[in-house]
């Protein structure tokens, strides 16, 4: 398995730019999520999605859209990149996502690194 | 907001000691989780401690779990270079599908 994989891994846009953050895994994990890692402030939840068809917002959402039309797939929209939004992005999965058990172990993509200019 | 923060922030040790971080947070939980993170990769998770336990253990790894003071400890043994990361605390409050992350211990173990 290639677990969570990420793409691309770096990438850099214009103010006002969009792009798509590819995530994918091949652990047939219903639940996925997005994060946003910055210095000093350790990982904030972008929006998740409990199964395919189901996404909800997490801390951060704005600025931000997903979808989620295949349990593999979750990719993250940027819809007019702002320099806040330079940033680490990780995609997560996870097995479960049952209310009482939910987010054992989540496994990590490597990550996105994006910058605004 | 946050709702686990570690302390501290940074710890400096030589190769053979152990290394300390603890993880406070605010509301209720189901469980609390700790992860790895070594410097330009993803997170990789370590161990998970429910909120009916107290300690837990996984190869030179012990956490502790105290949900009266809503605190959590992590304690490697015999630390090694490849120990060198950064470590996060994330809670998961009960009910709830969101995983919260501390902002980090960045260990450093010295050879």
């Known amino acids: 398995n290639a677990g969570v994989t990420q793409t691309p891994k770096f990438q850099v846009l214009k103010t006002g730019q969009s792009m798509t953050l590819q995530c994918a895994q091949d652990?047939?994990?219903?639940?996925m999520s997005w994060y946003r890692q910055d210095p000093g402030m350790g990982l904030r939840l972008i929006h998740y999605?409990?199964?395919?068809?189901?996404?909800d917002q997490g801390e951060v959402p704005n600025g931000y859209n997903v979808s989620r039309s295949t349990t593999e797939d979750f990719p993250l929209r940027l819809l007019s990149a702002a320099p806040s939004q330079t940033s680490v992005y990780f995609c997560?999965?996870?097995?479960?996502?049952?209310?009482?058990?939910?987010?054992?172990?989540?496994?990590f993509g490597p990550g996105t690194r994006l910058l605004v200019l | 907001s946050q709702q686990g923060e570690e302390d501290p922030q940074a710890l400096s040790i030589q190769e053979g000691e152990n290394a300390t971080m603890n993880c406070s947070y605010k509301?209720?939980?189901?469980?609390l989780q700790w992860y790895r993170q070594n410097s330009g990769r993803g997170l990789v998770h370590l161990i998970l401690i429910r909120s009916n336990e107290r300690e837990k253990h996984s190869g030179r790894l012990r956490v502790t779990l105290d949900t009266s003071k809503k605190s959590s400890s992590l304690l490697i043994t015999a630390s090694r270079a490849a120990d060198t990361a950064s470590y996060f605390c994330a809670t998961d409050a009960s009910n709830d599908y969101k995983l919260s992350f501390g902002a980090g211990t960045t260990v450093t173990v010295r050879a």
């Open positions: 509301t209720s939980i189901n469980n």
């Open positions: 999605s409990v199964g395919a068809g189901i996404t």
């Open positions: 652990m047939n994990h219903e639940y």
């Open positions: 997560a999965s996870s097995p479960t996502g049952t209310p009482l058990e939910v987010q054992e172990t989540q496994y």
